[in-house]
């Protein structure tokens, strides 16, 4: 059993920050790429930041230059620093994590959803 969960949303004003962090913990044998992706009312989800187990960062466009990803793989957990913050950038905000489950049978990848966190930008 693996669960993926996020912390951190809320509301802020325009220009402000926040920070969210997601955890993976359970059953597995390693954790490949985190993310965050995120969907506003009415839109599809979209990509905002991964990275890999080595640091290896990719970001939307949109969010290059306000927005940090980073990781500690000793927890399991990836972090997404929030600058600069805007009512566009009004959304929920969802982990994800690519995971290694190691079982009798073998190796196998699968990838796990948080529950979902809301951060709402005022203007």
């Known amino acids: 059993q693996v669960q993926v969960v996020e912390s951190g949303g809320g509301l802020v004003q325009a220009g402000g920050s926040l920070r969210l962090s997601c955890a993976a913990s359970g059953s597995f044998f390693s954790v490949l790429i985190m993310g965050w992706y995120r969907q506003a009312p009415g839109k599809q989800r979209e990509l905002v930041a991964t990275?890999?187990?080595?640091?290896?960062?990719n970001y939307a466009e949109s969010m290059k230059g306000r927005f940090t990803v980073s990781r500690d793989n000793a927890k399991n957990t990836v972090y997404l620093q929030m600058n600069s913050l805007k009512p566009d950038d009004t959304a929920v905000y969802y982990c994800n994590a690519d995971v290694i489950l190691e079982t009798g049978a073998g190796r196998y990848q699968y990838q796990y959803w948080g529950q979902g966190t809301q951060v709402t930008v005022s203007s």
């Open positions: 990275i890999t187990s080595g640091g290896s960062t």
